[in-house]
């Protein structure tokens, strides 16, 4: 039900901004922000949901907890990256939405090096 409540938000936010646009155009950009915002909000809650379950994924599975920080960084990374580079779009500043999302991706990438390292060494090591 969470999600017909905020594709509601999202379409009330859409046609204030269509109704807004006409008149000032300014606070299209605003209204949308805000739109944003509330949904990003409301997504917190889940958040606090997915932590309670690693958490418990922790107590079943002996999981390093570098690697669980790591996935939570990266889907943080991707959030907050999508989120800004749509404001960016909706601005009509595409060439900075591009550039946004082309850091979050390196920051991505720069996370899970010390992953991928550890793979690497596990594998070494079968084989050797």
């Keep these: 039900m969470d999600v017909i409540k905020i594709a509601v938000l999202g379409i009330a936010g859409l046609m204030i901004c ?3 646009k006409e008149t000032k155009p300014e606070y299209a950009l605003y209204v949308s922000l805000a739109t944003g915002i509330c949904i990003l909000v409301l997504a917190t809650g889940k958040l606090t949901y ?3 379950m690693i ?4 107590s079943y599975v002996p999981i390093d907890a570098t690697y669980l920080n790591a996935l939570l960084k990266m889907i943080g990374i991707t959030y907050v990256g999508q989120f800004s580079a749509g404001i960016c779009r909706d601005a009509g500043y595409s060439s900075i939405a591009g550039q946004i999302e082309i850091f979050a991706k390196l920051s991505i ?6 992953i991928l390292t550890g793979l690497m060494e596990t594998i ?3 084989l050797a």
């Design 124 to 126: 070494q090591e079968f």
């Design 18 to 20: 269509i109704f807004v």
């Design 109 to 114: 990438l720069v996370i899970s090096m010390p």
């Design 55 to 58: 958490g418990n994924l922790k």
């Design 50 to 52: 997915l932590m309670e």
